[in-house]
């Protein structure tokens, strides 16, 4: 089994290490046993020559930012010159032993070249970016940190050499005073670091590689030259150990990590403290002096900072209070319309009711999805802030508006004093005019309804809600005041949707048909499917009564769904049994709400599919209003006209947009409604009169003409009006004159009897 190889960056402080080692170990014997104490020069150019091949094994071996490599390269000229310092120092001490060496004065600008280098490499070196806003607070404590630094080494190191009673040259001094700037400003400058491309630990570790010029400066401030000895072979090969531990950490380096070392400046003062009370007790020197002005340098810096500081959480206190007030603020308040939301409604309407009497005002907007979905949201949005705005400004002080959700306002009054017809008036005024920076006109329903101190908050909403309710029903812009009783239709329309649902699942609709007759054979060539209710108590209930309710409930789409499946089973039974020419339409009525489900148009492929009816066959009729509902159902009706369904356009002639609808919508049907078959047989024919009467007649069979489309006449009443179409050119009818709508069995028996009269003929 072999041994696990030795990291490469680990090899060299190892390498190191050792070396150091054995110079503390040649040490430790030279105090018990003695010996050549020249010796003791051999560690320190040993060590920082490891510690210069180790730099530049990293520089040739790990790829790294060119601000990075520019570090290394600095510290490499440190390491180097210290080495070639200090091995001229060593030669020296060599060739004048046992006298004591006396290198030139030349000798020290290696290790000042070096240290110099090391400064320019620790001060310019990239620790990462950081924002405008922190720079100032971040040189701050970072010039706490020097300052603190500097006069603690100040104090240890440099003071006891220049007081020293051995003569030391001038070259040491500076030395040493480079190497405490070195350490002083590499403990500040890695404080605080967001990240950078050098590791921070390395730098740290580069610069308190100067501790050992400052701790052998330290002794031999107070034992003189007989420090030298120790100096050389203890402390000295320490320097080079710390740069190749922090060669081995950017060896190994995969990014920073953001740390603030907040702790530092505070720190620093602490490490003024100590030389400061020192000298205090102690002889007062000009060295004294210094320490003293820098304590009290340290002192201001860290009173600003701390200013500073409180300043800054204040800032923050104060920052925090808004943002807690704001989320306040929208805790109750609508986010578009910046009224009051439903949860501050209820709380303001739950006061009121308890001190006195409170009127509520709920207000809708008629058609709003209409512009939703055929405009777009945007468009919806600036109109609920249009109407917010002219909310706010018609109730002002008298009471507080809110929206409670979608396209639904509402007012809480709690002043007695308030003249509410006054407010409502001046409500519809507002709502009455053009709207937001469309200037859309739009229509508003409300409901209003007025208790005493007492009454349950909910039982004021839903009277408010019946009201309002209740104004719907009666048409657009309607404002109803509740009154006892009104929540009979209200509670019967809720009843009726919930049998609605349970006869759906009980199987109780039925599909009758409605035949469409040729008028000029008189023969049956298609159906209009209708759904029937036979409610188990009530009897049949009329298409009118129920349909509104499925639309409101959402019913519709499952009750569409159950219409297209049975008309398209049924008239592929009719086509089996009497062949293909038997039908040429097969038409259920389609809803808005259908149209916008988006699983509509499989419900149809599956209905074809299932059934086996061909899609041309299948004739989807669909009013002006459910055609108008925006992109969603556009699509839906171009993938079913590509699908080959046919598309018919009922009641048409009754909306606004008729003729554009012809250019954009895919329709192959336009059937007149019933209202333009009224009464056009009263003239006699030929007369101005007539005229008059079938002008709308005449001008939409000209206009299909024109763009290929059928047409057929609904609400055919008697023969006078079926003979006026005929002879206005339309070939097709539909009313009570012409077929009732009936069940299918009936349907069958009529177009057998046609097979027959065929088949006679």
């Given at each position: 089994?072999?041994?696990?190889?030795?990291?490469?960056?680990?090899?060299?402080?190892?390498?190191?290490?050792?070396?150091?080692?054995?110079?503390?170990?040649?040490?430790?014997?030279?105090?018990?046993?003695?010996?050549?104490?020249?010796?003791?020069?051999?560690?320190?150019?040993?060590?920082?020559?490891?510690?210069?091949?180790?730099?530049?094994?990293?520089?040739?071996?790990?790829?790294?930012?060119?601000?990075?490599?520019?570090?290394?390269?600095?510290?490499?000229?440190?390491?180097?010159?210290?080495?070639?310092?200090?091995?001229?120092?060593?030669?020296?001490?060599?060739?004048?032993?046992?006298?004591?060496?006396?290198?030139?004065?030349?000798?020290?600008?290696?290790?000042?070249?070096?240290?110099?280098?090391?400064?320019?490499?620790?001060?310019?070196?990239?620790?990462?970016?950081?924002?405008?806003?922190?720079?100032?607070?971040?040189?701050?404590?970072?010039?706490?940190?020097?300052?603190?630094?500097?006069?603690?080494?100040?104090?240890?190191?440099?003071?006891?050499?220049?007081?020293?009673?051995?003569?030391?040259?001038?070259?040491?001094?500076?030395?040493?005073?480079?190497?405490?700037?070195?350490?002083?400003?590499?403990?500040?400058?890695?404080?605080?670091?967001?990240?950078?491309?050098?590791?921070?630990?390395?730098?740290?570790?580069?610069?308190?590689?100067?501790?050992?010029?400052?701790?052998?400066?330290?002794?031999?401030?107070?034992?003189?030259?007989?420090?030298?000895?120790?100096?050389?072979?203890?402390?000295?090969?320490?320097?080079?150990?710390?740069?190749?531990?922090?060669?081995?950490?950017?060896?190994?380096?995969?990014?920073?990590?953001?740390?603030?070392?907040?702790?530092?400046?505070?720190?620093?003062?602490?490490?003024?403290?100590?030389?400061?009370?020192?000298?205090?007790?102690?002889?007062?020197?000009?060295?004294?002096?210094?320490?003293?002005?820098?304590?009290?340098?340290?002192?201001?810096?860290?009173?600003?900072?701390?200013?500073?500081?409180?300043?800054?959480?204040?800032?923050?206190?104060?920052?925090?209070?808004?943002?807690?007030?704001?989320?306040?603020?929208?805790?109750?308040?609508?986010?578009?319309?910046?009224?009051?939301?439903?949860?501050?409604?209820?709380?303001?309407?739950?006061?009121?009711?308890?001190?006195?009497?409170?009127?509520?005002?709920?207000?809708?907007?008629?058609?709003?999805?209409?512009?939703?979905?055929?405009?777009?949201?945007?468009?919806?949005?600036?109109?609920?802030?249009?109407?917010?705005?002219?909310?706010?400004?018609?109730?002002?002080?008298?009471?507080?508006?809110?929206?409670?959700?979608?396209?639904?306002?509402?007012?809480?009054?709690?002043?007695?004093?308030?003249?509410?017809?006054?407010?409502?008036?001046?409500?519809?005024?507002?709502?009455?005019?053009?709207?937001?920076?469309?200037?859309?006109?739009?229509?508003?329903?409300?409901?209003?309804?007025?208790?005493?101190?007492?009454?349950?908050?909910?039982?004021?909403?839903?009277?408010?809600?019946?009201?309002?309710?209740?104004?719907?029903?009666?048409?657009?812009?309607?404002?109803?005041?509740?009154?006892?009783?009104?929540e009979r239709p209200v509670v019967a329309d809720a009843q009726l949707g919930a049998d609605?649902?349970?006869?759906?699942?009980?199987?109780?609709?039925?599909?009758?048909?409605?035949?469409?007759?040729?008028?000029?054979?008189?023969?049956?060539?298609?159906?209009?499917?209708?759904?029937?209710?036979?409610h188990p108590t009530r009897g049949v209930i009329s298409p009118a009564e129920f349909?509104?309710?499925?639309?409101?409930?959402?019913?519709?789409?499952?009750?569409?769904?159950?219409?297209?499946?049975?008309?398209?089973?049924?008239?592929?039974?009719?086509?089996?049994?009497?062949?293909?020419?038997?039908?040429?339409?097969?038409?259920?009525?389609?809803?808005?709400?259908?149209?916008?489900?988006?699983?509509?148009?499989?419900?149809?492929?599956?209905?074809?599919?299932?059934?086996?009816?061909?899609?041309?066959?299948?004739?989807?009729?669909?009013?002006?209003?459910?055609?108008?509902?925006?992109?969603?159902?556009?699509?839906?009706?171009?993938?079913?006209?590509?699908?080959?369904?046919?598309?018919?356009?009922?009641?048409?002639?009754?909306?606004?947009?008729?003729?554009?609808?012809?250019?954009?919508?895919?329709?192959?049907?336009?059937?007149?409604?019933?209202?333009?078959?009224?009464?056009?047989?009263?003239?006699?024919?030929?007369?101005?009169?007539?005229?008059?009467?079938?002008?709308?007649?005449?001008?939409?069979?000209?206009?299909?003409?024109?763009?290929?489309?059928?047409?057929?006449?609904?609400?055919?009443?008697?023969?006078?009006?079926?003979?006026?179409?005929?002879?206005?050119?339309?070939?097709?009818?539909?009313?009570?004159?012409?077929?009732?709508?009936?069940?299918?069995?009936?349907?069958?028996?009529?177009?057998?009897?046609?097979?027959?009269?065929?088949?006679?003929?």
């Amino acid at each position: 089994m072999t041994e696990p190889r030795v990291s490469t960056p680990r090899r060299y402080v190892l390498a190191t290490a050792a070396v150091a080692g054995l110079s503390a170990l040649w040490y430790l014997g030279y105090l018990t046993f003695g010996g050549p104490s020249v010796l003791a020069y051999v560690g320190g150019p040993l060590a920082s020559a490891l510690g210069a091949v180790a730099i530049f094994a990293l520089l040739r071996t790990v790829p790294m930012a060119p601000a990075a490599r520019r570090f290394w390269w600095l510290i490499l000229v440190l390491e180097v010159s210290v080495a070639v310092g200090r091995a001229i120092q060593a030669g020296y001490a060599f060739a004048a032993y046992p006298a004591a060496p006396a290198p030139p004065a030349w000798v020290a600008l290696f290790s000042t070249g070096g240290l110099i280098a090391a400064i320019i490499a620790i001060c310019f070196v990239p620790l990462g970016e950081t924002a405008r806003t922190e720079r100032w607070k971040r040189t701050l404590d970072r010039t706490i940190a020097f300052y603190g630094c500097f006069t603690l080494l100040w104090f240890t190191a440099l003071q006891p050499l220049i007081e020293s009673g051995d003569a030391w040259p001038v070259r040491s001094k500076v030395t040493i005073a480079l190497a405490v700037v070195m350490i002083a400003i590499g403990i500040a400058r890695v404080a605080f670091v967001p990240g950078g491309p050098v590791d921070r630990v390395a730098v740290r570790l580069v610069a308190c590689s100067g501790l050992a010029a400052a701790g052998y400066a330290m002794i031999a401030g107070h034992a003189g030259r007989s420090a030298t000895t120790p100096g050389q072979a203890l402390l000295l090969p320490l320097g080079p150990l710390l740069v190749t531990m922090a060669v081995s950490r950017q060896w190994r380096y995969l990014g920073a990590r953001p740390q603030r070392e907040a702790w530092l400046p505070y720190l620093a003062v602490v490490a003024v403290d100590v030389p400061l009370v020192a000298t205090v007790f102690g002889p007062m020197t000009w060295a004294g002096r210094v320490v003293v002005l820098l304590a009290v340098g340290v002192t201001l810096l860290a009173s600003l900072r701390q200013f500073l500081a409180y300043r800054e959480n204040q800032r923050l206190i104060r920052a925090q209070r808004a943002a807690q007030a704001q989320l306040s603020y929208d805790a109750t308040h609508d986010g578009l319309t910046g009224l009051a939301n439903r949860s501050l409604f209820r709380d303001r309407l739950a006061a009121a009711l308890e001190t006195g009497p409170a009127t509520v005002i709920i207000v809708d907007l008629d058609d709003f999805k209409t512009v939703n979905d055929s405009l777009g949201h945007n468009i919806g949005d600036d109109l609920l802030v249009a109407v917010a705005e002219a909310l706010r400004d018609a109730v002002g002080d008298d009471g507080l508006p809110a929206r409670l959700g979608g396209d639904e306002f509402a007012v809480v009054v709690s002043d007695p004093r308030v003249d509410i017809d006054d407010l409502i008036h001046r409500i519809g005024t507002v709502l009455d005019g053009p709207l937001s920076e469309h200037r859309l006109l739009m229509h508003a329903s409300a409901g209003l309804a007025t208790a005493p101190a007492g009454t349950p908050l909910d039982n004021v909403m839903r009277d408010a809600d019946t009201a309002l309710y209740a104004a719907k029903q009666r048409g657009k812009a309607n404002w109803v005041r509740f009154a006892p009783g009104m929540e009979r239709p209200v509670v019967a329309d809720a009843q009726l949707g919930a049998d609605l649902r349970r006869g759906l699942e009980a199987g109780e609709f039925r599909v009758v048909y409605q035949p469409l007759v040729d008028l000029h054979l008189n023969r049956v060539i298609g159906v209009e499917a209708l759904v029937r209710w036979q409610h188990p108590t009530r009897g049949v209930i009329s298409p009118a009564e129920f349909i509104p309710v499925a639309e409101r409930t959402g019913l519709i789409v499952p009750l569409g769904r159950f219409v297209l499946r049975e008309t398209c089973r049924q008239a592929a039974a009719w086509l089996n049994e009497f062949g293909p020419d038997v039908l040429q339409k097969a038409g259920p009525n389609v809803s808005a709400r259908q149209l916008h489900d988006p699983d509509f148009v499989d419900d149809v492929r599956a209905a074809l599919a299932d059934s086996g009816l061909p899609g041309e066959l299948l004739v989807l009729e669909l009013t002006e209003s459910a055609v108008l509902r925006g992109q969603q159902v556009s699509r839906t009706l171009h993938e079913l006209h590509g699908m080959g369904v046919r598309l018919a356009l009922d009641d048409f002639g009754t909306g606004e947009s008729s003729l554009s609808l012809l250019r954009a919508f895919p329709a192959s049907i336009v059937k007149l409604d019933k209202s333009f078959v009224d009464g056009i047989e009263l003239d006699e024919p030929d007369t101005p009169e007539a005229a008059a009467r079938q002008a709308v007649a005449r001008a939409v069979i000209q206009m299909a003409g024109a763009l290929d489309l059928d047409t057929v006449a609904e609400g055919i009443e008697n023969e006078e009006q079926a003979e006026r179409l005929r002879r206005l050119g339309y070939s097709l009818g539909q009313g009570f004159h012409l077929a009732e709508p009936m069940h299918p069995e009936q349907v069958t028996l009529m177009l057998a009897g046609q097979q027959d009269d065929t088949s006679a003929a």
